[in-house]
């Protein structure tokens, strides 16, 4: 299956720490307390770690909307991020994370320089737009970008996301390089249900993954968080 190697190519990303400063976090920044058990997203805290991922995605040959900016400045790398209302400090780990199941690299480069790639399949034009706006705004430069599809959203009462509507399907292993890695599969009728269930759901143990299969694509869960397949 296509998102059974996807994922191998996850397990086999390897977290690299290149032993640079972080920029503090700025007084005053949010209200709410946030840890990273809130973190729906999969973020990528380093050059290489986000360049693994990044030609995974490019191998798979995965158009999803995507921006990419640099900045001179890591105070101001950091405040592109806060000022979008999905991005927050967590209390316990110091880091960004994101509330929406999106990926994202916020690292700063060998040359000095900080970098931030924002990308997914939920990536929406308004959030796109608004993002492209911060970054711009505290001085940002633009690498590449490719712009989501702006949708009709049609005014109708949106019906509660159910977690209890995902159900458990089956459980897949593969043998991977001496490594076992565990699939636990669901199904869900939408992409609201599924995403409501791997929010309950965090994933502590490496080398396994929670899969919801929806009619809207898969939504994943792993110990890096939540990601679209």
């Not at 999905?86 to 320089?113: E, M, P, R």
């Amino acid at each position: 299956m296509k998102f059974l190697s996807n994922l191998f190519q996850r397990a086999q990303q390897k977290h690299i720490s290149l032993n640079l400063e972080q920029p503090e976090v700025p007084l005053g920044i949010q209200a709410k307390s946030y840890s990273e058990k809130d973190n729906l997203s999969t973020r990528y805290d380093n050059e290489k770690e986000a360049g693994w991922a990044w030609m995974a995605r490019l191998q798979s040959g995965n158009r999803s909307p995507f921006l990419a900016y640099t900045f001179e400045d890591g105070q101001n790398a950091m405040r592109a991020l806060l000022d979008l209302p999905c991005f927050h400090i967590a209390d316990d780990s110091k880091k960004i994370i994101c509330t929406q199941v999106l990926n994202f690299g916020y690292f700063q480069g060998n040359n000095g320089v900080w970098q931030i790639a924002v990308w997914g399949g939920d990536f929406t034009h308004d959030l796109w737009q608004a993002a492209k706006s911060s970054f711009i705004k505290h001085g940002g430069r633009k690498k590449d970008e490719l712009e989501p599809e702006q949708r009709i959203v049609h005014t109708q009462k949106a019906e509660v996301p159910q977690a209890g509507k995902v159900m458990f399907d089956r459980e897949d292993r593969q043998n991977k390089m001496g490594a076992t890695l565990v699939y636990r599969i669901y199904k869900a009728p939408d992409a609201a249900s599924a995403k409501a269930f791997l929010e309950q759901n965090p994933v502590t143990k490496p080398l396994f993954y929670i899969v919801v299969e929806t009619p809207e694509g898969n939504y994943c869960r792993d110990t890096q968080g939540m990601y679209k397949e």
